[in-house]
């Protein structure tokens, strides 16, 4: 049984700094490519950033240059950094691992960002 576990979510004021993590098991985590997605009331899911098995990241443009996706292959964990937050970045955050074209998701971590 596959399992995400985000944590690190939280209320921050503009300008500041989280860091998300995501906890995987049940899956290989080794050859699975991670996500950060996010969903703000009102509006749907949408992207923040990929990263391959391989190491390769993709970004939204909305947080390129402020916000860097990594993983831990021994600790199953991918992070997402997030720095100079904005109010708009203020959503549900969810981790989500893709393997064998199955998608699975983690129940969400909330961020508020204050201005």
């Known amino acids: 049984q596959v399992q995400l576990v985000e944590s690190g979510g939280g209320l921050v004021q503009s300008g500041g700094s989280l860091r998300l993590s995501c906890a995987a098991s049940?899956?290989?985590?080794?050859?699975?490519?991670m996500g950060w997605y996010r969903q703000a009331p009102g509006k749907q899911r949408e992207l923040v950033a990929t990263?391959?098995?391989?190491?390769?990241?993709n970004y939204a443009d909305s947080v390129k240059g402020r916000f860097t996706i990594s993983r831990d292959s021994p600790k199953n964990t991918v992070y997402l950094q997030m720095n100079s937050l904005k109010p708009e970045d203020t959503a549900v955050y969810y981790c989500?691992?893709?393997?064998?074209?199955?998608?699975?998701w983690g129940q969400g971590t909330q961020v508020t960002v204050s201005s």
């Open positions: 990263i391959t098995s391989g190491g390769t990241s």
């Open positions: 049940g899956i290989i985590f080794s050859l699975s490519g």
């Open positions: 989500s691992a893709i393997r064998s074209s199955l998608t699975y």
